[in-house]
C-alpha cells in the first residue's frame, strides 16, 4: 500500500508527535509499504525554520528511506494569534503537494492541528483516496483547557470543524484509551471506524547501555559527578507546568543546609519550548544551583543522556484532559531500564503504578515531588528493579514495530468488512 503522511511537525524536530509519525513512517517501510511525508520546514520547538532550511518554499529530501516533501510555514510558537498564522500558513502551502507527491492509497493526516483536515479534503477529492485520520488530542478542548490561543470565542468555529474532520474520515486512530473513549462515546463515532495506535518505543534504538566510561566522562563535562540526576527530556510547554518542577528544586535547596542528602539532588531539563525563557528566569530568581537546562539534542545524544541519569521525571499539568495522555518522553526512558517519577493522573501514571516501574505524585504538588525524590535518593524504593519490569513492559507491549503492525491488521480486517 502507499501511504501519504500529512504532519506539520517531522523530524529532524524533537517531540512526541515527531517521533511517533517518524516510528511509523519507519515501520511502514520496513513492512512492506510505499510512504511519502508532507510537512513543514522544521521549526518546533523554538519558533525559527532551522537555519539549513530558510530561503526555500519547496524542498524534497530522505530521512531514514522516507521521501520527505517540505514547504514553507509562518513559523511561530506560544500561545498567541500567530501560532493560529503558523497553522493557517501551512493548511495554505501544503495543498503543494498535490503537484509533488505521488498518488497514495491513503492519507494519513495527523492531528493537531485539526486545521489540516482541510487541505486533506482537498487531496482526497482530487485523488479520490480516503483519508485516515490520527488524533492526538482533542484539539478545540485543547484550545479551551490549556488556552493555547486564549481565543475562546474561536471554540464554536473549532468545534464545528472537528464535526466536520471525523465525518470525511474513512478511519479514525486514537492514540490513547481515553480519546479513544471520548470518539465513541461524547463524539458518536461508529467503532467500525475507530483504530487505536498509542505511543511507543524504538527498543533497539534506546535500551541499556554498557560504557560507563562515557556515562562518567559526561557527568564530568556537566559538573554532575556525584550528583543524583533526575532527567525530564522533552518539550517545555504550558501542558507540562515545569514551575512546580523548579518549586520542588527551591524547597530541596532550602532545605539542604538540615538534611545534607538533598545536596545530591541534581534535576537536569533537555529541550525547548514556549515556556522555556520563563523557567530560566524562575531558576535565576531562586538561583537554583539544582537544575540544569539543556537544549534539544538528537536521539543518539539523548541516549547517552538517559543511560548517565538515574530517574527519568514526568511532570503534567492538572487538567481533566491530562487524564487522556500517556506522555511520548516516558517510553524511551522506559525502554531504557530506568524507573521514573511520574507527577499527575493519567493512563501514562496507570502504566507505571500498574507495572511497579516507578513513583507517582500529585500534579502541581511541589511538596510531594521532594518527598518523592529524597525517598527515591535514600533507597526507600529498589531502582534496579523498577528498571527492569520498565524495560520488560516495553519489549512485551510498546514497541513501535508490534503497534504498527497490530494498527495494519486491523486496517486490513476494516477494509475487508467494507466489501462484505
Known sequence: MKFLILTQFFPPETGAAQTRLSEFSSELIKQ???????????????????????????????YKNITVHRVWLYASQGKSIL??????????????????????????????????????????????????????DLWPRSIEELKATGFKSLSKLALSLEKWAYSNAKYITAVTDGIYDCLLTEKNIEKSRLMFMPNGVNASLYFPQTDPDRQLQLRHNLGLKDK????????????????????????????????????????????????????????????????????????????????????????????????????????????????????????????????????????????????????????????????????KNVLEHLQFSSIVKNWLDDLEIKEKATLN
Not at 37 to 62: C, D, Q, W
Request: hydrophobic fraction near 40%; proline fraction near 5%.
Open 32 to 62: 512492506g509499504h510505499e510512504v511519502e511525508v508532507m510537512t513543514a520546514m522544521p521549526n518546533y520547538p523554538t519558533g525559527r525554520i532551522f537555519s539549513e532550511y530558510k530561503g526555500r518554499f519547496y524542498l524534497k529530501e530522505t
Open 83 to 136: 501560532r493560529l498564522i503558523n497553522y493557517l500558513s501551512f493548511m495554505l502551502t501544503c495543498i503543494y503537494g498535490l503537484f509533488v507527491c505521488k498518488k497514495p492509497d491513503y492519507i494519513f493526516v495527523n492531528s493537531g492541528p485539526l486545521l489540516l483536515a482541510i487541505p486533506a479534503k482537498i487531496l482526497s477529492c482530487f485523488w479520490r483516496r480516503p483519508i485516515l485520520l490520527n488524533i492526538a
Open 228 to 391: 543524583f540526576i533526575f532527567i525530564y527530556p522533552g518539550n517545555h510547554g504550558y501542558a507540562h507546568a515545569l514551575d512546580n518542577v523548579l518549586n520542588a528544586a527551591n524547597l530541596i535547596q532550602t532545605e539542604s543546609e538540615k538534611n545534607k542528602n538533598l545536596n545530591s539532588i541534581h534535576i537536569l531539563f533537555i529541550g525547548g519550548g514556549s515556556d522555556k525563557e520563563r523557567l530560566l528566569t524562575i531558576k535565576e530568581r531562586y538561583q537554583l544551583k539544582n537544575v540544569s537546562f539543556l537544549d534539544t539534542v538528537s536521539q543518539e545524544e539523548l541516549v547517552t543522556y538517559l543511560q548517565m541519569a538515574d530517574i527519568g521525571l514526568i511532570n503534567i499539568r492538572n487538567t481533566p484532559l491530562a487524564q487522556e495522555t500517556r506522555p511520548a518522553k516516558m517510553f524511551p526512558i522506559m525502554a531504557m531500564q530506568k524507573p521514573l517519577l511520574f507527577a499527575g493522573f493519567s493512563e501514562g501514571s496507570d502504566i507505571i503504578k500498574k507495572n511497579q516501574g516507578g513513583v507517582v505524585v500529585e500534579a502541581e504538588n511541589p511538596l510531594q515531588l521532594k518527598a518523592a525524590m529524597l525517598d527515591l535518593l535514600t533507597g526507600k524504593y529498589d531502582l534496579k528493579n523498577m528498571g527492569m519490569r520498565n524495560r
